[in-house]
């Protein structure tokens, strides 16, 4: 966490596995965000990859400690407490993407307010390709919203990456841009973020919030235990430490 005043940016940093979140990585970020919840000095956070990524998903060695459906369950639980951390922000969330910013780290841009990337970005969810686990219904929702409900089921249920400009249509990303304009960018958005009331702005985000709650209001922990207690998520991770294509049997 770098602070420059009335901003602040959160540094995903983990270059040598493309910022892959690990477990304390993803506590870091709940922490920091809920430190930043209460101060009112912050009006702007930005959220970025070092090196030349965003984030590409959580860190694998760390989910061959789900074994079970329960454990699947916990896993989802502590993930959405991340997710709703940089949610409950009461000041605008920028996120700044510069290659993969895919599984987790697509869940985490669904969170910010503004995606701002470079024409080498790609976005996506590859589980069903990858690993065999499942996204939760609050991130599919708010990719619902964001993308549409075709392109996000398109990615979800196939694996593909969305491009830059893709991801631009979409009105997912305002704008693609170069790396070097990010500054730019943050600069200008900071000045007109601060110029603004800031209740005004907490209720925009307040309201946003209660909105996805309600799209996000289903059942989930029947699935979660099942696609997590499988023989099929066992051997996802198991492929993918192991660098080859998974079997897939559908139990």
């Known amino acids: 966490m770098v602070r420059e005043g009335a901003l602040v940016r959160l540094v995903l940093d983990n270059p040598a596995a493309r910022n892959a979140l690990t477990e304390a990585m993803y506590e870091q970020l709940r922490s920091a965000c809920a430190e930043l919840a209460g101060d009112p000095g912050v009006r702007l956070v930005v959220l970025q990859g070092e090196g030349g990524a965003f984030a590409a998903g959580t860190d694998v060695a760390d989910l061959t400690a789900v074994r079970t459906g329960g454990d699947g369950v916990a896993y989802e639980g502590r993930i959405t407490a991340v997710l709703d951390a940089v949610r409950a922000l009461p000041v605008p969330v920028v996120a700044l993407v510069d290659g993969p910013a895919v599984g987790g780290g697509l869940a985490l841009l669904a969170c910010c307010d503004l995606v701002y990337a470079t024409a080498s970005a790609r976005f996506g969810a590859p589980v069903a390709r990858t690993l065999g686990n499942c996204v939760s219904p609050g991130t599919t929702a708010r990719l619902r919203a964001a993308l549409g409900r075709a392109l996000t089921a398109e990615l979800l249920l196939t694996g593909r990456l969305a491009g830059a400009q893709e991801a631009l249509a979409a009105g997912f990303v305002r704008a693609v ?38 799209a996000a209001a289903v059942e989930h922990d029947d699935v979660y235990a099942r696609v997590y207690g499988s023989a099929d998520f066992t051997e996802g991770v198991a492929a993918f430490l192991d660098h080859r294509r998974p079997a897939w049997q559908g139990r």
Request: glycine share 6%; hydrophobic share 50%; proline share 3%.
């Open 177 to 214: 841009v170069e790396a070097t304009e990010f500054d730019g960018l943050v600069v200008d958005l900071l000045a007109r973020v601060s110029a603004c009331a800031p209740l005004s702005v907490a209720a925009a985000k307040e309201f946003g919030r209660r909105l996805d709650e309600r």
